[in-house]
DNA sequence: TGACTCATGTCAGCATTCTGACATACTCTC
DNA sequence: GAGAGTATGTCAGAATGCTGACATGAGTCA
């Protein structure tokens, strides 16, 4: 059947695009991602410990975009394959942060120019002014769906 | 933890903020969908057949972006709910065409108006202009990931 | 001090999506 | 007509993420 005809509105919709847009992202890496050995979800956690050493699993997870339950079931088996060490007891409260291990930080070195290519390719067809005009929009969008103030559906 | 601070590279990474968009919509969504009793995937699949009426569970998979046997299993539940219908026997292939039913189509409504909510809201603040900036954007990072020939690891 | 609220880590069960596999149907080519 | 190649629908099992729930630690306030 025709694929290409009747393009009514979706693909006039910025959210549909959105969810287009993201979903070729999230394959293209798995694509990449896959010969490592590594998921997405894998490598999103591992980045995040490189960039802030000693996060938690919550904010683990708030970085990622899971719940801290699915972080948290992650994180068991990176530490159980040696990519990344938590302390038995916390020093403070009751958040354990987490630090990359030499081995999790090795595998992450290999992974992290495999994504950065697909980002690359991404943006390839993007000048730097064009970039930041992506950059700047996307976060207003996130501001608008994010900030309390501008949704009239909660007040309280 | 301090959760603001030493933002390094990942909120300059186009690919971060498009996860975090996406995320932030889909978390909208699922939220004002849910007192429906709908999920997200659920109301795309309804969508996309209001508004392309005889696609196939395929086709269907690709528009919403799961994979057919994904597709499959929600198109048994939505066709066992009363929502859609799909003919017993392909007239020609192997493909089914699906149909809304009524109860569909009104189910459909409510839920629509719902998501458009969404949408205005993360676009409330953009102009006419720059929402065609997004979109174009957007559709043109898409068209870098997608297209086969600008990937490099992909020749053959 | 005690009650309340909130954030965190973690366990269990459920839902959703994926990969792998198979059979069927059309198309193209020889 | 025979074969290869591709697309489709579908079943089964595995992987992944989520919701619900509970206990612990810290801060707030009366």
Do not use: W
Not at 22 to 46: D, F, I, K, N, Q
Not at 74 to 93: I, N
């Amino acid at each position: 059947m025709s694929q290409e005809d009747a393009q009514i509105e979706l693909e006039t919709s910025v959210g549909y695009l959105l969810k287009e847009a993201s979903s070729a992202l999230r394959s293209a890496m798995e694509a990449v991602l896959r010969p490592l050995g590594m998921s997405v979800t894998h490598y999103s956690c591992l980045e995040l410990l490189a960039q802030r050493p000693g996060l938690s699993n919550s904010e683990l997870a708030r970085g990622a975009f899971v719940t801290r339950q699915s972080m948290n079931v992650l994180l068991q088996a990176l530490e159980r394959d040696g990519f990344v060490s938590r302390p038995d007891q916390a020093a403070e409260g009751r958040a354990l942060p987490t630090r990359l291990t030499e081995l999790g930080r090795s595998r992450l070195t290999v992974a992290s120019a495999a994504v950065r290519g697909v980002e690359d390719r991404m943006r390839s067809g993007l000048d730097a002014v064009e970039r930041e005009q992506l950059r700047a929009l996307l976060a207003r969008c996130v501001t608008a769906l994010t900030d309390p103030a501008s949704d009239p559906a909660a007040p309280r």
